[in-house]
C-alpha cells in the first residue's frame, strides 16, 4: 500500500479511503485487468457470433481475441498471483472466476446458444460445451503461460483453428 501510495502520489490513508481495505484494492485491479483483457472479445462475441453467418470463422475470431487478452504477460502474471493467494485471500479467486470465466463463459453461452436456436449448431449440454471449448483453445496456453514459456503464434494459431475445428465437429450441424 505504501508503493502504491506513493506511486500514485497519494498518501496510504488517501488510498485506504478510496478502497476501503487491501482486499478491495485487489478486487477493483482484477475486474479492471479483465475488462480490459477481454473487452475485444466480449465485442466479438456480442456483436458478431450470435447472428453470424459464418460460424467457424467467427468463432475463430472470438476464440483468437479471448487467447490474446488472456495471456499477455500481465494478465498472467497477475492469474499467477492470484492462484498462488487463494488460501489465504480466496475472495480474490471468486473475483477472479466472476469477472474473468464467469462473464465470458456467459456471454460464449448466450451466444451460441442463440445459433443453436437458429439451428447452426446442437448443443445438449451449454455448460460442458463452453468448458470444452475453452479447453481446446485457451487451456494449453495458460498451462504453458504458468511456466513462463510462450507457445508461439504458429502454434497458438493452430490450437484455435483446430479447436475450433474439433468443437463444430461434434456441435456443428453442417448447415
Known amino acids: 500500500m505504501d508503493q502504491l501510495a506513493a506511486e500514485a502520489g497519494v498518501s496510504k490513508v488517501t488510498v485506504y479511503n478510496h478502497f476501503g481495505s487491501k482486499e478491495n484494492l485487489f478486487n477493483a485491479v482484477i475486474g479492471e485487468t479483465l475488462d480490459e483483457a477481454l473487452e475485444v472479445a466480449q465485442s466479438v462475441i456480442q456483436a458478431r457470433l450470435a447472428e453470424s453467418d459464418d460460424v467457424r470463422a467467427d468463432l475463430v475470431e472470438a ?3 479471448w487467447v490474446a487478452g488472456l495471456t ?5 502474471a497477475l492469474r499467477n498471483v492470484i492462484a498462488g493467494e ?3 485471500f480466496p475472495e480474490l479467486g ?9 462473464r465470458q463463459h ?5 451466444a451460441l446458444g442463440r445459433l443453436d436456436e437458429r439451428g447452426l449448431l446442437r448443443i445438449p449440454d451449454m455448460e460442458l460445451a463452453v468448458l470444452q471449448l475453452s479447453g481446446l483453445v485457451l487451456s494449453p496456453h495458460l498451462v504453458y503461460g504458468v511456466y513462463g ?3 508461439g503464434e504458429e502454434l497458438g494459431e493452430r490450437l484455435i483453428q483446430g479447436g475450433v475445428d474439433m468443437f463444430l465437429n ?4 453442417g448447415a
Open 149 to 151: 514459456t510462450h507457445l
Open 63 to 65: 476464440c483468437r481475441t
Open 72 to 76: 499477455t504477460p500481465d494478465v498472467l
Open 106 to 110: 456467459a456471454a460464449l453461452a448466450a
Open 94 to 102: 471468486r473475483t477472479w472466476q466472476e469477472e474473468g470465466p464467469g
Open 86 to 88: 487463494r488460501h489465504r
Open 170 to 173: 461434434q456441435y456443428g450441424t
